[in-house]
């Protein structure tokens, strides 16, 4: 069973626009949340988390949402930038940490 | 660099053969983890090191696969017998557990390939 959804295995946007990835979990005892960036050839990249007692968090050009009642998490960059082609894997933690399939972001200059 | 660092990048094995990998996590992380990632998949976790304990293993960790943490530093993993399906990307990461909130640092993997 698959607790951590990405139903997006890919989504492209203009360079400077918001791109917006999306995660749903099955789980209600996940209590963390992560996104990962992973370029070809290379291991995952810790990117930016929130607990489940937040709903929002930013660093930067990313903000990452959390809907626990919907139990939805997504992230946003803004503006996105060629360099942020990549693909991004939500992950969640309640003992260990659970992966989403990872959607792969395509930003076209 | 003081990053995760795993050894070797690539491996090509016949069906059959035993292969093992190395991992060097960051030096003053305490939890050590392996993930198996395999084309068009998320990492999915295999078993976890706290200091030189092996506290958790999946139940994707078939009896052909040990792993161990012998001084709480680097760690190995050994696949006997290897089969077609062990073709994946094998990664590593560490953390330094503090609470619940836990970010692991993952090392570039290596993929292993078995004809």
């Known amino acids: 069973d698959q607790q951590v959804k990405q139903n997006s295995p890919s989504l492209s946007v203009q360079e400077g626009r918001i791109s917006i990835l999306n995660c749903d979990y099955t789980?209600?005892?996940?209590?963390?949340f992560l996104w990962y960036k992973k370029y070809p050839a290379e291991g995952p990249t810790f990117l930016i988390s929130i607990s489940s007692i937040k709903d929002k968090n930013e660093d930067g050009r990313f903000t990452v949402f959390l809907n626990k009642s919907a139990k939805h998490l997504s992230l946003h960059i803004v503006p996105s930038q060629p360099g942020d082609s990549a693909v991004y894997f939500c992950?969640?933690?309640?003992?260990?940490?659970?992966f989403g399939s990872g959607t792969q972001l395509t930003v076209l200059p | 660099d003081t990053g995760v660092s795993q050894d070797p990048r690539h491996k090509i094995t016949k069906r059959g053969q035993n292969v093992t990998f190395r991992c060097d996590p960051i030096?003053?992380?305490?939890?050590l983890y392996w993930y198996r990632q395999t084309l068009g998949q998320g990492p999915e976790f295999l078993t976890y090191f706290q200091n030189e304990a092996q506290l958790e293993k999946s139940r994707l960790l078939s009896d052909r696969f040990s792993a161990e943490r012998p001084k709480g530093s680097f760690s190995t993993l050994e696949i006997q017998r290897t089969e077609q399906g062990d073709s994946a990307m094998y990664l590593c990461?560490?953390?330094?557990?503090?609470?619940?909130?836990?970010?692991?640092?993952f090392g570039s993997g290596t993929q292993l390939s078995v004809l």
């Open positions: 990461a560490s953390s330094l557990a503090y609470g619940n909130n836990e970010k692991l640092f």
């Open positions: 789980n209600s005892m996940f209590d963390y």
């Open positions: 030096s003053e992380h305490n939890r």
């Open positions: 992950a969640a933690s309640a003992t260990q940490l659970t």
